[in-house]
């Protein structure tokens, strides 16, 4: 029996990159990436430590696929979201603070 799945990668926001395979039932998500020829077309990621998943869910290379699933490859995060939220906050705030607050008042 054979299954047949949809490799994807965004490879940036405007190039997506999609394959499919034909493969044994029980493949994994590292079969389906060989199979496609994953690490050919994009040999600057490191194939063992891709972060996958399947239909949005953050999955492991040794995954077992079913037939139809698409599998997602994720490119690594170029910032740390976290601190990218604390500058956005602070921002947010020096704009909602007005500029008399930040100034003292000299006595007449």
Not at 38 to 50: K, R, S
Not at 76 to 93: H, I, M, T
Request: proline content about 6%.
């Amino acid at each position: 029996m054979h299954i047949n799945v949809t490799v994807v990668f965004a490879a940036s926001p405007t190039q997506l990159w999609q394959q499919s395979a034909f493969l044994e039932k029980g493949a994994s998500i590292a079969d389906a990436l060989k199979a496609v020829a994953f690490q050919q077309h994009w040999p600057e990621y490191d194939h063992g430590n891709l972060k996958t998943g399947v239909y949005g869910r953050l999955c492991p290379l040794k995954h077992r696929l079913n037939d139809g699933d698409r599998v997602e490859v994720y490119r690594p995060l170029v910032f740390d979201p976290n601190e990218s939220r604390l500058r956005r906050a602070a921002r947010r705030k020096r704009l909602a603070q007005p500029e008399t607050a930040n100034k003292r008042r000299s006595k007449p």
